[in-house]
C-alpha cells in the first residue's frame, strides 16, 4: 500500500506544465523575451492582464529598462500586438527601443486603474481599436 501526498508535500515545481500547439500555460509565458522585428531584445513579459468578463488576454505587461531588473517600468502592450515566434524563442513586436520608450507606462510602486479610458490610451497609442 503506497501513501498517496497530501496537499502540504506536493512540490509545486514538479507539476509537469502541458501545453499543445494553441494554448500555454500562464507560468510559461511570464518571464518570455520580447523583441523588435529587428531582432532587438526590449524586455520580457512580466505577466499579463485578463478580462474577468470574457476570459481574454487585454494586455501583456512588458518590463523594460532600468538595470538588472532595478528600476524597470512596465508597459502593457496589447495582447494583439504580440505574435510568438518560435525560432526567436519569444515575442516580437512592431515596435522599436524610441517607441516603446515614449509608450503608456508605469513604475513599480504605481499601478494605473486598468479601466476603459486607460485601456482605450493604450490601444490608440499602438494604432489598435479598442474592443
Not at 515545481?13 to 523583441?35: C, H, P, R
Not at 527601443?97 to 490608440?124: C, H, I, N, W
Request: proline share 6%; net charge negative.
Amino acid at each position: 500500500m503506497t501513501d498517496a501526498p497530501t496537499d502540504n508535500e506536493i512540490d509545486i515545481d514538479d507539476i509537469e506544465i502541458d501545453e499543445s500547439d494553441w494554448l500555454i500555460a500562464s507560468n510559461k509565458i511570464e518571464g518570455t523575451a520580447v523583441f523588435n522585428e529587428d531582432g532587438d531584445k526590449l524586455g520580457t513579459i512580466h505577466n499579463f492582464m485578463v478580462d474577468k468578463q470574457s476570459g481574454q488576454v487585454e494586455y501583456a505587461v512588458l518590463t523594460f529598462g532600468g538595470l538588472f531588473g532595478l528600476g524597470a517600468d512596465y508597459y502593457p502592450l496589447p495582447w494583439e500586438s504580440l505574435t510568438y515566434e518560435p525560432e526567436q524563442g519569444g515575442y516580437v513586436v512592431d515596435i522599436d527601443k524610441e517607441m516603446l520608450e515614449k509608450a503608456p507606462r508605469y513604475g513599480a510602486d504605481e499601478e494605473p486603474s486598468f479601466d476603459r479610458a486607460y485601456g482605450e490610451q493604450v490601444y490608440t497609442y499602438y494604432g489598435l481599436p479598442y474592443p
